[in-house]
């Protein structure tokens, strides 16, 4: 299956708005990466290691973390991309307005509820989020704290319920490498 020349055009307009959105942005990871290659990280991850070929799917994986951390609103991704599109990012966004804990536990509890786009999404996100915390944290993290990130990743994608898919086998082995190199 492939995707529709329509599609390809949104998911390249998808490209587009997210790395003007992200412009200036920096991922916290050792090399200070632009955080634009986070959204496509997960959104390569989603397409070659889960095999997903929906578009809304891949378009919304690429916008994913515009509500939380740029000035992009609800509306704004309706208008360029759709409700469904919408619909799917704020699945998969955090209000940013509550503290840490706060999100990182509301994860957990709303990871069961979520559309079966949204916990792809969320797993791909994770997968990208333990890569990067095992080979180039960021600088200021303890051994203990990348632990804990891992275990945190864990009831995360428990929760997801999604057994036996290409990325949740995937996510295993890597979060096993993960617990190895920071024995």
Same mark, same amino acid.
């Given at each position: 299956m492939s995707l529709r020349t329509n599609e390809i055009s949104l998911v390249f307009k998808a490209f587009s708005f997210?790395?003007?959105k992200h412009i200036g942005h920096r991922k916290r990871d050792q090399k200070s990466s632009p955080y634009i290659n986070h959204p496509i990280k997960v959104a390569d991850?989603?397409?070659?290691?889960?095999?997903v070929r929906d578009a809304i799917t891949i378009i919304s994986a690429i916008l994913h973390d515009t509500l939380e951390h740029t000035d992009t609103t609800l509306r704004?991704?309706? /208008?360029n991309?759709?409700?469904e599109v919408s619909s799917v990012v704020k699945e998969v966004s955090d209000d940013m307005s509550l503290p840490e804990q706060l999100r990182k536990r509301l994860q957990i509890e709303h990871a069961p509820q979520l559309s079966e786009r949204a916990k792809l999404i969320k797993l791909a996100d994770k997968i990208c989020n333990i890569h990067d915390k095992i080979h180039s944290p960021p600088k200021n993290? /303890?051994?203990?704290?990348?632990k804990s990130y891992l275990d945190w990743t864990k009831e995360v994608v428990n929760n997801l319920q999604m057994k036996d898919s290409k990325l949740t086998l995937y996510y295993e082995r890597l979060l096993k490498q993960g617990y190895e190199k920071l024995k």
């Open positions: 997210a790395a003007e991850t989603l397409w070659n290691i889960g095999e704004e991704l309706g /208008s991309f759709g409700s993290w /303890s051994l203990k704290k990348r």
